[in-house]
């Protein structure tokens, strides 16, 4: 059993040994984490790019329990429920808060040891415990070279990479929202093509029936009506099914597998004005896929002088006493132990880190490269889109609307034969799929542009190219 002297040393020794494991509390001039934690996040922490700001303070207006939207939908509306809903965006938000949990950790000291060794127990001469001593011993491990601040500091930054793979993962949930409701406008409106289309092959198959049983068209012609009756009513069924697709996914954005919305809502036709491709340049920068790589290279350099730490030896400081049960005395223990670097100073992790320092400066280059042409790709896409839309729009749609009216017309009156009612319907009907196709390609570019650009279209249009 230790006797009181023992207890009372070590009850002294404890706190002195123990008190700065509790929290870490750098020297003075040394930064504290709170320190470390302003000088990065005030240069290179993570912040909502303008794309993500905008629907970010419109999900603040939505309820927690509405967790499936109904009635008619908005992409503001979309948007929202898709950033406090969506399932990949929650797996990203606990690998955050895991990294600050990493933060915590990497700013305690290490804990002190307790060592409690007894010799002498028996010899030839000592037949029994009488002439035993105990010896009770604290040793707590010194760490040396800044260790802790500089493992701190790595930990904040990789926080603060985790914050920027959290930002672009909502700016990709916010274009796949986008996409997707695009997606679900133009499969409504190629369903309400689809649907003009079987009425109006309804109405041709009604006036050729009339005709046939008043003699002046061939029964064949009445046959070909109703092939292409037939045909239109397919391509109804196929736009039916094409939409119930698109609902799916735009619900499984918000995480939801049963779509209870009404309809999407939102304006195909409008066509904004397009900036040019270098002002579109100037904002780049805005990419959390490019902004993150200021962060990146800090977080290299920081592992970097953490290694450097490592070459620095730690030191053991130790502190007890010593009893001697045969004669009650006791006497105090202290030592110091420290390694001695003659083969191992950390060479290799040392190497290492500076190459991942240069590996991560030759991706940053090659991130650029691929987002520059990704722009490129992106604004010529959406330059076409534009171009065929406003043709469309302005020359191919009057003209072939303006020729079915006068063929119809005209077959009525006998002018025209079946044949020529199905071409001009047909050209009709194409006109509008391709001007529809144009519209989705146009918008889902946009989409695309602003992904990139991470920020709304508009904003590009007021800078000076």
């Known amino acids: 059993m230790l006797s009181k002297h023992l207890s009372l040393l070590l009850l002294t020794t ?22 470390l934690l302003e000088q990065t996040s005030a240069t290179i922490s993570p912040t909502p790019a303008p794309l993500v700001q905008k629907f970010k303070e419109a999900s603040q207006s939505i309820p927690q329990k509405a967790i499936e939207p109904t009635g008619e939908l908005t992409l503001e509306e979309v948007a929202a429920f898709a950033l406090l809903q969506n399932p990949e965006l929650a797996v990203f938000s606990q690998e955050v808060r895991a990294r600050e949990a990493a933060v915590l950790q990497a700013g305690l000291l290490p804990n002190p040891q307790l060592s409690i060794q007894g010799s002498n127990l028996a010899n030839s001469r000592l037949k029994s415990f009488d002439g035993p ?14 260790k802790i601040a500089k493992r701190v500091k790595a930990a904040q930054l990789t926080q603060d990479l985790a914050g920027w793979d959290y930002e672009a993962k909502r700016v990709e949930v916010l274009t796949q929202v986008a996409q997707s409701f695009i997606t679900v406008l133009s499969a409504q409106e190629r369903l309400a093509l689809a649907q003009q289309l079987v009425r109006l092959a309804e109405q041709v198959a009604t006036t050729v029936s009339k005709r046939v049983q008043a003699g002046k068209i061939s029964p064949v012609e009445e046959t070909k009506a109703q092939v292409a009756l037939s045909s239109v009513r397919i391509e109804l069924t196929r736009a039916k099914r094409e939409l119930r697709v698109a609902r799916n996914q735009l619900a499984a954005v918000w995480g939801s597998t049963t779509p209870r919305f009404q309809k999407a809502v939102g304006q195909l036709n409008e066509l904004s004005p397009l900036p040019s491709l270098e002002q579109l340049a100037q904002l780049v920068r805005q990419n959390p896929d490019l902004a ?30 010593t009893e001697y049960a045969d004669t009650g005395d006791y006497a105090l223990v202290a030592g110091i132990s420290i390694p001695l670097p003659l083969f191992d ?7 290492e ?14 991130v650029e490269v691929q987002v520059a042409t990704a722009l490129s790709s992106a604004y010529q896409r959406l330059a076409t889109a534009h171009a065929e839309a406003t043709i469309l729009q302005t020359q191919v749609l009057p003209g072939a609307q303006s020729a079915f009216d006068a063929v119809n017309q005209g077959f009525r009156l006998g002018k025209f034969d079946f044949l020529s009612v199905l071409d001009a319907q047909r050209t009709l009907f194409d006109s509008k799929s391709q001007y529809l196709q144009a519209l989705t390609d146009y918008h889902q570019a946009v989409a695309e542009v602003e992904r990139l650009i991470g920020e709304r279209l508009e904003a590009a249009s007021n800078i000076e190219g």
Not at 21 to 26: D, E, H, N, T
Not at 133 to 146: A, D, E, K, P, Y
Not at 302 to 313: F, G, R, W
Request: aromatic share 4%; charged share 20%.
């Open 353 to 366: 880190a500076q190459r991942r320092l240069t590996k991560a400066e030759e991706e940053r280059r090659a």
């Open 14 to 35: 404890l706190p002195a040994l123990t008190g700065g494991c509790r929290a870490y509390s750098p020297p003075v001039g040394e930064p504290t984490n709170a320190t």
């Open 292 to 321: 993150r790589w200021t962060n990146e290279l800090a977080q290299r350099q920081a592992l970097i002088d953490l290694e450097k730490s490592k070459a620095i030896p730690d030191l053991t400081v130790s502190f007890g006493g």
């Open 133 to 146: 001593s105990t010896t009770v011993q604290l040793s707590q491990l010194i760490l040396l070279g800044g």
């Open 345 to 351: 100073r950390n060479q290799g992790g040392i190497a």
